[in-house]
């Protein structure tokens, strides 16, 4: 999956990246090319990385993508990355995703959006949450034109028992 590669990249910048611009002073570095561009950066409160692109494909398609992690002064991380195609007959796909751990806990959340040729849509998005002292929430959305939204969650305290999510 392209966004999983972006993130991983992205990410793996971002720890090379604050390094290097810890050494040079904290600085800001950006690159700009014919088909994206990326920055990072890193100071005092942190550090971060982000990068974006498109490019056309060999069937007519476009993929426009982008990603970006950031590092807090306490140690959280958050990264995030997407990718878009659009296709010829007008149809388009997107991917999603984002992670994010600190000193509470942590959140991953995924998705994906079907734009098909005829105007219809389809999508999902599936989240996980856990808090620092155990308790989680898991969710899921999806929405199709033929059963409409639906939408399920589980929560469970630190002793594992299944609890309302308020």
């Known amino acids: 999956m392209k966004y999983a590669a972006t993130l991983a990249a992205a990410t793996a910048m971002l720890a090379f990246t604050a390094v290097e611009a810890s050494a040079q002073s904290r600085g800001v570095v950006r690159a700009q090319g014919q088909n994206g561009a990326v920055a990072a950066g890193a100071g005092p409160n942190g550090a971060f990385v982000r990068g974006r692109g498109a490019v056309q494909n060999s069937d007519g398609s476009v993929t426009a993508g982008s990603a970006g992690a ?97």
Do not use: E, K
């Not at 306490?74 to 992670?99: I, K, M, W």
């Open 70 to 166: 950031v590092r807090g002064p306490a140690g959280a991380r958050a990264a995030r990355g997407s990718t878009t195609t659009v296709n010829p007959d007008g149809s388009a796909t997107r991917q999603s995703r984002l992670g994010a751990a600190g000193a509470n806990g942590a959140v991953s959340s995924s998705g994906s959006t079907t734009r098909n040729a005829d105007g219809t849509y389809t999508g999902a998005r599936s989240t996980q949450a856990v808090g620092v002292q155990g308790g989680t929430y898991q969710g899921s959305t999806t929405y199709d034109p033929v059963t409409g939204l639906t939408r399920s969650t589980t929560c469970t305290n630190p002793a594992g028992v299944v609890v309302p999510c308020n």
